[in-house]
Nanobody, 124 residues
Framework: QVQLVQSGGGLVQAGGSLRPSCAVS?????????LAWYRQAPGRQRELVAT???????NYADSVKGRFTISKDFANYTVYLQMNNLKPEDTAIYYC?????????????????WGQGTQVTVSS
């Protein structure tokens, strides 16, 4: 069983920045897994925001390209989502997700384990 513990998020004005993080309990799984950030706004479907593979390849939703950066730190088994130039439409609960073998995220399916979620609110 893998546990993901999120921190960060909060309230920021439009144009501001936030960097939520997600700590993974297993270093061995962290090193081989693909990781992702999803978000869900009220009344909307869950949306894939960004992914990073075990080798460090990244992908982003069109709506966040150029503004968000996903990264990971092997020293503390943590994945980050640096969010710059935030917009009110970025307001949502953000969830980290891990796919231990990378086979699910590769085809657009979430992995088996989720963080608890963190609220990001961007005021205009």
């Amino acid at each position: 069983q893998v546990q993901l513990v999120q921190s960060g998020g909060g309230l920021v004005q439009a144009g501001g920045s936030l960097r939520p993080s997600c700590a993974v309990s297993s270093g061995s799984i962290f090193s081989i897994a693909s990781l992702a950030w999803y978000r869900q706004a009220p009344g909307r479907q869950r949306e894939l925001v960004a992914t990073i593979t075990s080798s460090g390849n990244t992908n982003y939703a069109d709506s966040v390209k150029g503004r968000f950066t996903i990264s990971k730190d092997f020293a503390n088994y943590t994945v980050y989502l640096q969010m710059n130039n935030l917009k009110p439409e970025d307001t949502a609960i953000y969830y980290c997700n891990i796919d231990p073998w990378g086979s699910k995220l590769r085809v657009g399916v979430p992995g088996d384990y989720w963080g608890q979620g963190t609220q990001v609110t961007v005021s205009s």
